[in-house]
């Protein structure tokens, strides 16, 4: 539990900074006066957002899924769209539809997965088991590499 609120308090902080570069930036940029106020201004504001940023990482990392629910779900294409319906019962037993919508693309990405999986023999997944397989999932962006395609220089383009 200490190191999930170190890691929440850590990366309130570190927002907290960079809202306050980038402000500085913006009012060098454009000229605009940068006061304590103004500094105070956007450091609260950069806190409190990755405060929020933190808390929400650090749920994503111990997802609550029930290994008894069991969905009731349908799917339907319509308009170039993937409906989602799942029937939720809320906590007073009233059972109410739910539905989202998936984009082409989020759909193909869905399905192909799927195919993968059932490839590999798998038909189904208990809840537990589909959260850790996105918790795995997500760890891939660790060890995922992106180059920029263009390097950043010191100056700013838009003073030259």
């Known amino acids: 539990m200490f190191k999930g609120t170190r890691t929440v308090i850590t990366t309130a902080f570190q927002r907290a900074g960079?809202?306050?570069?980038?402000?500085?930036?913006?009012h060098s940029h454009f000229g605009e006066e940068f006061t304590r106020v103004t500094v105070c201004h956007y450091w609260i504001e950069g806190f409190f957002e990755g405060l929020a940023m933190g808390l929400k990482a650090a749920r994503e990392r111990q997802p609550a899924f029930n290994p008894e629910y069991k969905a009731s779900v349908s799917f339907k294409a319509q308009a170039g769209n993937l409906l989602v319906e799942v029937n939720l019962t809320d906590a007073s037993g009233v059972t109410k539809p739910v539905i989202s919508t998936l984009s082409?693309?989020?759909?193909?990405?869905?399905?192909?997965?799927?195919?993968?999986?059932r490839g590999t023999g798998i038909f189904a997944l208990a809840d537990d088991q589909a959260a850790e397989f996105i918790r795995c999932a997500d760890e891939l962006r660790r060890f995922r590499q992106f180059t920029s395609p263009k390097t950043q220089g010191s100056t700013r383009p838009a003073t030259q």
């Open 104 to 117: 082409y693309a989020e759909a193909m990405t869905a399905a192909s997965g799927l195919k993968t999986l």
């Open 18 to 26: 960079l809202a306050v570069a980038s402000a500085e930036h913006a």
